[in-house]
DNA sequence: TCCTTAGATTGACATTGGTCAATGTATTGA
DNA sequence: TCAATACATTGACCAATGTCAATCTAAGGA
């Protein structure tokens, strides 16, 4: 324990985002913390395929019925899991008629990346 | 929903690594199933601290005692955690004597940022 | 051989999380 | 105004998960 590596493993989620340099030492509790609400918003196989869907399309963006058509889960179940990724900050929802549309919210699966490959 | 783009979202975990290509289309289910396999391994405070103990320390390594030092949760909890993180590819345990030492599996956490960014 | 120490495993418990059926809310069109 | 469409919300249910107390295993030391 005499050498301690460089290690910038900061929380930069967009909801919560604090911006202390956790350089050449552990990374804090509440840092940890929002770090894993945001991996735990990813961390659903229904909700990558979302993000996916969402990235795939042209201008990066997808109404709910192009997400039913793809996943075999009901309406109200996708409405659930695009909840947790707008509150997560991942995505944002333009209502335009009747019809929702869900883009990527930009730099925001980078800065999850780029936590964990600074570890 | 005429232009498609590039969207090289592939699992690439160490345990069921799958190297096919996804550009250019939506991630495939069995990807996003191990991808978030790995991501729910990831998702939890407590073991985000341990993988950032375990980096913190001279040559990447760190024994349970340390662990248990700065994290306020019990052995068996901890050493639960542990586990989930070896199974996920994260750790490997290495026994000496008496003691486990613990350290990052190369690589692994950098996969998963890749993915992620990639998007 | 016996005791101590480091750590893993088991079992139980409470909480969280994913899912769907049913219902609610706007918006559009007739 | 009424019906249909697109989506959100609620409530309930079951499965998965995090936690700890108790116990087990193995390695040293006296």
Redesign the interface.
Known sequence: ?????T?P?TDISQADACSSSLA????A?DH??S??RS??A????????I???V????D?EACVC?LTD?LTLSQPTISHHLKVLVDAGFLTRAKRGTWSYYS?VPGS??S???V??A?
């Open positions: 324990m005499t050498f301690t590596r290690l493993l050449r030492s552990a990374i509790p940890a913390d770090l894993a991996l735990k990813l961390a659903d196989p229904a909700r990558l395929r993000i996916s869907i990235a795939a399309h042209a990066a192009d793809q990527l699966l980078d999850v990346a780029g964990l490959a570890v």
